[in-house]
């Protein structure tokens, strides 16, 4: 692709990695990525329309329903498609499912718009993780083929050491820190045949090491807090966002946040 691109419209597909969280701004709202990676490209082309379809906790037959068609509709330069995580995460993963909707996903994006953007997500280390990391590797392979089959690009950022530390992922130990969601920016941005503004890919500094105790402590106001309940979420089919609404839901010229 060519450093010169001119991408004048990018609308974003997904779940709470793509609305923003936990890049939180002064006024209770998430950021994201995707707000970041609209920003720059809002300030390289005049007239910049954004939209960000995205809702936390969405599977993917619910981003095929909600928001696919919506966003084929738009006919953007730029589409990013992140979905089925959070399927790989349920009780009752279908894998030839979700497989399924995810291609039928792809096959209504990738000719409505410019250039189609895939993922592979980010996977911190931790037993949660663990126990989810074949699901998800045999996601991710998947992924690569769809893409290769209808053109589309794919971001890498599960093969990302850094992303895997988790200073860049939030005390919920599920979404990304402000400078994890900075760097997942820079990634896209550079697949896109955008010239780079830094190496998003750069290790952290080496890590100060805790007491075990402090560890443990953290273990178990992590499992209060955020495990238990998102577990009871898994176990009766309730999700964060539902009755959410999107968070920019038309194509309309990029406004920045107040900060």
Known sequence: MEMNANYTSFV????????????????????????????RLAARSPGFRYANLA???????????????VAAAMQADVVTLVGGLNDTLRPKYDMGRVHGLLEEAVEKLAPSCGRLVLMRSPGRTGPVMERFRPRMEELFGFIDGL????GALVVDLYGSEVLGDQRLWDVDRLHLTAEGHRRVAEAVW???????EDDWQSLLPPALRT????????DLRFARQYLGPWIGR???????GDGR???RPELLPYEPPLS
Not at 147 to 150: D, L
Not at 234 to 240: D, F, Y
């Open 190 to 196: 550079q697949k896109l045949g955008l010239e780079a």
């Open 12 to 39: 974003a597909l997904g779940d709470s990695f793509t609305e923003g969280m936990s890049d939180l701004l002064p006024d209770g709202s998430y950021r994201g990525w995707a707000d970041l990676l609209a920003g």
């Open 211 to 218: 007491g075990w105790a402090s560890r443990r402590a953290g």
């Open 147 to 150: 893409a290769a089959r209808h």
């Open 55 to 69: 809702v936390r906790g969405k599977l993917i037959g619910q981003i095929l329903d909600e928001q696919v068609d």
């Open 245 to 247: 609404p999107a968070k």
């Open 234 to 240: 898994r176990l009766t089919g309730r999700s964060s």
